[in-house]
C-alpha cells in the first residue's frame, strides 16, 4: 500500500519562508511525474507545482510562479516544496500526490501565513 506523508508546515509571518517535505513509502517513485495541491478552507483543492520524474522540467500554478519551487529526490522517493515570500492567500493543507493525482492523499500539513 503506498502512503505519502508530509511535513515542514506551520505558522509564518507574510514575506516568511517554508520548506515542505512529502515521502512515499511503497511502490514506484522515480518514474512518476510529482505535484503538490493545496486546500484552503472553504475551497477546492487546487494544483501547485508539478515536478517531471526526470527532474528537469517543473511547472507552477501563476499564483506561486517565482516564489515557490518544487524538487524532488528519487533516491528517498521525497519531494520538496520550498516557499518563499508567503502571502496570507497560501494559506492552506499542502498535499502531495502523483500528477494526475491517482495515489490515496495523505493526510497534509497545515500551512498558515498571519501576522
Known amino acids: 500500500q503506498v502512503q505519502l506523508v508530509e511535513s515542514g508546515g506551520g505558522l509564518v509571518q507574510p514575506g516568511g519562508s517554508l520548506r515542505l517535505s512529502c515521502a512515499q513509502a511503497?511502490?514506484?517513485?522515480?518514474?512518476?511525474?510529482m505535484a503538490w495541491y493545496r486546500q484552503a478552507p472553504g475551497k477546492q483543492r487546487e494544483w501547485v507545482a508539478r515536478?517531471?520524474?526526470?527532474?528537469?522540467?517543473?511547472n507552477y500554478a501563476d499564483s506561486v510562479k517565482g516564489r515557490f519551487t518544487i524538487s524532488r529526490d528519487n533516491a528517498k522517493k521525497t519531494i520538496f516544496l520550498q516557499m518563499n515570500n508567503l502571502k496570507p492567500e497560501d494559506t492552506a493543507v499542502y498535499y502531495c500526490?502523483?500528477?494526475?493525482?491517482?495515489?490515496?492523499w495523505g493526510q497534509g500539513t497545515q500551512v498558515t501565513v498571519s501576522s
Open positions: 500526490n502523483r500528477d494526475p493525482p491517482t495515489l490515496a
Open positions: 515536478i517531471l520524474a526526470s527532474e528537469t522540467t517543473t
Open positions: 511503497g511502490s514506484a517513485f522515480s518514474v512518476y511525474t
